[in-house]
């Protein structure tokens, strides 16, 4: 066969594939495409960001974030479905309609403006995890150091914001794709520290042992978690927090919060029904 006509065929078949639904998997088998509609909920998350999203030993997406949104799903009768995405690209993925919310410790502040958000409902903090060591114990130690942080997280935030002329007492501040590939780098030597959120300090650290690893006393900074929804959608908005709400007053998000106790989550709980 003409090679030219073949290669013709071949985008003609992938054109039909993509109008009717359909994709290419990466062993190129067939596929049905995920289809988004209102009896699904399609939560946009980093799956390298525990506890609040992560694959556990089994190869399952879990977390504290992911449980909140389980709970709301089946009181709504919903489907959950667990979307993980690039976290560079999570604005593409919402405006595009991909996903539905963003919900996987999302930080409120600094952001106020670029998405519909829920109600608060994490107080988090960040910190420096560093080799326990290191004899790095304080922020002036950190000086001429080599410091990590994941790309677009709060952390970098704080250290390109309020706490600017702290990284530049370092070496070098590097942005990495997740914090796996950051803990990894500090096994090895390739870093000093590590600029993260404290719940995935603790989790990291209760992991991989606190003989290893230990965090700074004194924190970067502070913020709030929310559910980042596109802006317009409110009515999607309004039923999640509804249901949110009611999960709070009778005693189920504090009830998944304990399954995360040993990483500080239900101490950074806010309640939303308090106030009420």
């Known amino acids: 066969m003409n090679k030219k006509y073949l290669g013709v065929m071949i985008v003609g078949i992938l054109m039909i594939c993509a109008v009717v639904g359909y994709s290419y998997s990466p062993d190129n088998t067939v596929v049905a495409a995920e289809t988004n509609d209102d009896t699904k909920l399609v939560v946009g998350f980093d799956a390298e960001f525990p506890p609040y ?3 556990n030993d089994k190869g399952e997406y879990v ?3 992911l449980d909140l949104a389980q709970e709301v799903c ?3 009768g919903w489907t959950l479905v667990k979307q993980p995405i690039d976290w560079d690209a999570k604005d593409s993925e919402l405006n595009s309609g991909t ?5 996987n410790g999302f930080t409120i502040n600094g952001r106020e403006n670029d998405y519909l958000w829920s109600e608060p409902y994490i107080d988090n903090k960040q910190v420096f995890v560093v080799k326990k060591d290191s004899g790095i114990n304080s922020f002036e130690s950190l000086s001429g150091k080599t410091v990590e942080t994941q790309k677009d997280s709060s952390a970098l935030a704080a250290l390109e914001g309020d706490q600017k002329a702290l990284a530049g007492t370092f070496a070098t501040l590097t942005q990495v794709a997740d914090y796996n590939t950051a803990f990894m780098d500090l096994e090895s030597g390739a870093c000093d520290a590590i600029a993260l959120d404290k719940g995935v300090a603790q989790y990291q650290i209760s992991q991989k042992g606190s003989d290893k ?3 700074l006393e004194k924190e970067l900074s502070s ?3 929310g559910i980042g929804f596109k802006k317009g959608n409110e009515q999607l908005k309004n039923q999640v927090q509804k249901t949110l709400n ?3 007053a ?3 998000v504090a009830k998944i919060a304990e399954n995360y106790k040993d990483y500080g989550v239900p101490g950074s709980l806010i309640n939303q029904t308090a106030n009420k």
Not at 99 to 103: K, L
Request: with cysteine; charged share 30%.
């Open 223 to 225: 913020e709030q978690y």
């Open 213 to 215: 690893y230990i965090m």
């Open 246 to 248: 009611e999960m709070y």
């Open 99 to 103: 996903i539905d919310c963003i919900w």
């Open 250 to 252: 009778d005693g189920t």
């Open 63 to 65: 977390g504290f974030d």
């Open 74 to 76: 089946k009181r709504n």
């Open 53 to 55: 999203g992560y694959k």
